[in-house]
Structure formats: C-alpha cells, structure tokens
C-alpha cells in the first residue's frame, strides 16, 4: 500500500486512449500436444498501454480465433483435469524451465487456461528477452509484462528504509519487499482477465511461498492458489526437462547456473552450490553487482544525499525519481565493492539457511538516512524506533506486507520521520561507507550546547543534582547491602 508520506516524485506515462498504441500482430501455431486449449491463436502485442498508472506490454488472443478459444474453453477444458477443474489461472512467469513446465502441467491437471505473468522489479533487460515466445511455446493464451520498479522502490523499499528494518542484524530484505508488490499484481491481473486462481512456482521448502500466499489471501481471499511444487511428482531439473519434452515444450538451452539466484533493483542475492556449506568462502567469480573491495578504484569518492522525510530524493543535488535514484547508487556503489553480505538466516520455515547479498545501492541509502536520523530524532524516539524495526523486518520478512500490525508500524515510522530531511555527504572507500558531513534545518544539535565552552543554556553546575537524582536507586540499594 501506498504511504501518504512520501514525496511524490513518481514519473508517469501517459497515452491517449485508442489512439498511438504500438500493435505488431502476427500468426502463431498450435503447439503439437493433446492439452485442452491447444488452439492457434492470432497475437496481438501491445506496447505503453497505460493502466492503473502502470506500463503494461501484453500479448492475449483477439479476433476470430478468439472463438475457437472460447469453444475450446466451453468445450475440452470443462472436463477439467487429473486434479480438478479451474478456468484461468494467472501465474507468476520467469521463462526459466521451471514455470515453462508449469504451464502445461497447470494446463493438463487443471484444465484450465493460463496467463503467464512477469513483473519487471528491475532485474535486468536480459530476463525479460523472448517472454512471450516461450509463454506461447508452453501453451499461454495470454502473457502480461508490468513495470513495476517505481512502484517498488516507492512503496515498498522506501518504507523498509524509513523503517531501518534489518532482518537478524545483516539483510536488507531485497527478496522479502519484492516478493508483496508482484503478488499484488498478479491479484490485479486476475481480476482484469478474468481468472479464478493464481499460481507460483515457489518451492515448499522456502520463504517465497508464504509472501505470495499471504499477500493473495490479504487481498482476495475468493482467488484459488494452485503452488505445482507442493503438488507434482517432478523432484529435478531431469525430472522437469523430461517432462517438457513429453510435452512439447521447448527446453531453455542456457547453461544452468550453479547458483539459485534472484534479482530486482534492490539487490542480488546468490544460495546454493559451495555456499551450501558455511565453511566455505564465496568464490569472487559468483558476484555480479560489485567488484571486490581490494580491486575498487583507490581513490575515495564522495556522494551528497538528499533526504525529504526519512527518504532519498536526490544525489549531490540531482532530483531523480526514486527508482533511477535507486538505480545511479547501484552503479556507483557496485563500484567501489559497497553493500557485500555473507549471512546464515533462520528461514521462516524452520531451518536455516546460507546466502551471500550484493546492496550497493541500498547500502548507501540506509547508511545516509540512519546518519540524518542522528541529527533528527531524540533518544527515546530512536530506541524506540530501533525496537519496532526489529519486528518491523521480521513481518515483512514473513510476508505480512499487509498485515494490520505493519501499517500500523509503517503510520508511527512515518510520523517520527517527517522531520528528517537535509542531506548528508558520504566517503565511499573499498567496500566502507562513512559519513562526511550531515546537515538539516530541523537538528536537534545545538553547537552552543554541545561545547565544551560554558554556555547561557547549559549549566555544568547543575549536573550534580541532576546525578544524584538520577542515581538514588544505584544509592539505596548499596545503603541496603551495607545495612545503611
């Protein structure tokens, strides 16, 4: 949810209705298996359709072929599948072997028609490549690509960065914010094309499972949620390959990276393979982000950070919308080895695991607002700041992005903060982040206070009354033992 605190600095696009849109169109054939709704099917590919204030490319069935769907839908999939009968299911789409496999098999054990969804949380042009050829080639009627980096850094990493929530000391929760902002899109695609259940490819073993569910039963409970990997046989990558081929559908011929990685604009996290085992150090070859510490240029670089209540607004005095913002610091910070996390966590299911993270970016934005915060708020607010973003991360790491408790943490966080805004200058050096300088209108330092020189406000005589006060339980307590 959006928070009313935020500046709004969100740059939109806008497009006349019926008018401009790009529409290529162009034939696609039947794919070669038995599925129900194996039909062909004309595309149509729309570019900068504008919905919701969101970017949206698609590619859906339209014209005269868009009967023989509905006949196909009315036909072979009301007998519904091995496990039941479902009539659309939208479903959270990467293009890797997983989720291709998954269309098909949602397909022949649902009967139902699939809308394969990706979310561009601003992990790379790259992943994005050929999504609606391979959506096709699986069996899709319908793929749907949403730009949602603004939209992410805005109003889910923003509110974590005011927060100061750090899960178990070290992570800057970067898969635990993504995770609440593409499931509520996938909660919206629903509703727009019509569909009666989602579904993800997350694993039964870790986290992502419960951030999506729980982010579906917030905000429609009546939507079924189909999750293939608590239901299949498949154990593997053999296992899924094979059934691809059974199934027609062509295999991603990339080599398989030894590592599970995710990336958004936040950051890029890397499990498995040698990290498996915490002895192990990280093989320098694996990052991707950032370049390691001792081969970052050996001349420091300074960077002036604005702030507008509790969250970044410009660099060195370039206004920039929060996700090129966010995007500039990757860069500069990548660059100097900033943000490198090598950590075991305790996963929300139970066991623990071991992941290594690359932040630059963030890194450099949580070291400034946590430097603006020395200046803005007073000790108890911060302790108690500190306290709540404890259990802040915790929720948010579990999933529970729209949990009650949440907003009510993220209305108090925004209401501590409103006060910090200034900016702050910071040293990057070889993998550290120190602060240089930091300055607000609204400090609480008073140089004429602080001094060591006597001044009007301060009186030092009056620390000894202040001290015995202070420490009268410390005094009765020895009288006690002393028998005083």
């Known amino acids: 949810m959006a928070s009313a605190g935020f500046p709004s600095r969100i740059t939109g696009i806008s497009v006349r209705p019926d008018s401009s849109s790009a529409c290529l169109i162009h034939k696609v054939g039947a794919p070669s298996n038995s599925l129900p709704g194996a039909v062909a099917v004309q595309v149509h590919r729309y570019q900068n359709k504008v919905r919701n204030g969101q970017a949206i490319r698609c590619a859906m069935a339209t014209g005269k072929e868009q009967g023989a769907i509905s006949t196909a839908s009315s036909g072979d999939q009301t007998k519904g599948g091995l496990r039941g009968k479902l009539n659309k299911v939208v479903l959270a789409y990467s293009g890797g072997l997983d989720t291709s496999v998954i269309v098909p098999w949602l397909r022949e054990n649902y009967g139902c028609e699939v809308v394969c969804f990706t979310a561009d949380v601003g992990q790379g042009a790259i992943e994005l490549e050929g999504l609606e050829k391979k959506a096709k080639a699986s069996g899709a009627c319908q793929l749907v690509v949403k730009d949602l980096k603004e939209e ?11 927060a100061g929530a750090v899960y178990e000391r070290k992570y800057l929760l970067g898969t635990s914010m993504a995770r609440p902002v593409i499931a509520k899109a996938m909660v919206d695609v ?8 989602v579904a993800h490819g997350c694993t039964g073993k870790g986290n992502d499972q419960v ?8 905000l429609n409970p009546e939507l079924k949620v189909v999750a293939p990997w608590r239901e299949w046989d498949i154990t593997g990558r053999e296992d899924a390959i094979e059934y691809a081929k059974k199934h027609n559908v062509p295999v991603p011929v990339s080599k398989k990276s030894i590592y599970s990685r995710d990336r958004n604009l936040w950051h890029l996290s890397h499990e498995g393979d040698i990290l498996e085992d915490p002895a192990n150090e990280p093989k320098e070859d694996m990052y991707m982000m950032s370049v390691a510490p001792e081969n970052a240029p050996s001349k420091p670089e300074y960077l002036e950070i604005g702030i507008i209540a509790g969250v970044p607004v410009s660099i060195n005095g370039r206004d920039l919308s929060p996700a090129s ?7 500069i910070g990548g660059k100097h080895g900033i943000g490198r996390i090598d950590m075991v966590e305790n996963r929300l299911v139970g066991m623990k695991s071991r992941g290594v993270y690359e932040t630059p970016g963030g890194t450099i934005m949580a070291a400034a607002v946590r430097e603006l915060e020395s200046l803005t708020l007073d000790r108890e607010t911060m302790q108690w700041k500190d306290i709540i973003a404890l259990k802040y991360a915790e929720l948010v790491y579990a999933g529970r992005w729209f949990d009650p408790l949440r907003q009510s943490f993220d209305a108090f966080m925004e209401k501590i903060t409103v006060m910090t805004t200034g900016s702050v200058t910071l040293k990057l050096y070889k993998g550290s982040v120190n602060v240089a300088s930091r300055k607000s209108p609204y400090s609480l330092y008073r140089e004429d206070i602080s001094s060591f020189e006597n001044g009007e406000i301060y009186n030092q005589a009056d620390a000894e009354g202040f001290i015995r006060l202070y420490g009268l339980p410390t005094r009765v307590r020895a009288m006690l033992e002393k028998g005083i």
């Open 325 to 331: 913002l966010l995007s500039e610091l990757n860069e």
């Open 211 to 218: 951030r999506f569910e729980l982010t579906f039963y917030a």
């Open 152 to 162: 992410f850094v805005s109003e889910y990493i923003y509110p974590c960065l005011r």
């Open 190 to 197: 629903a509703k727009e094309v019509g569909a009666d259940a």
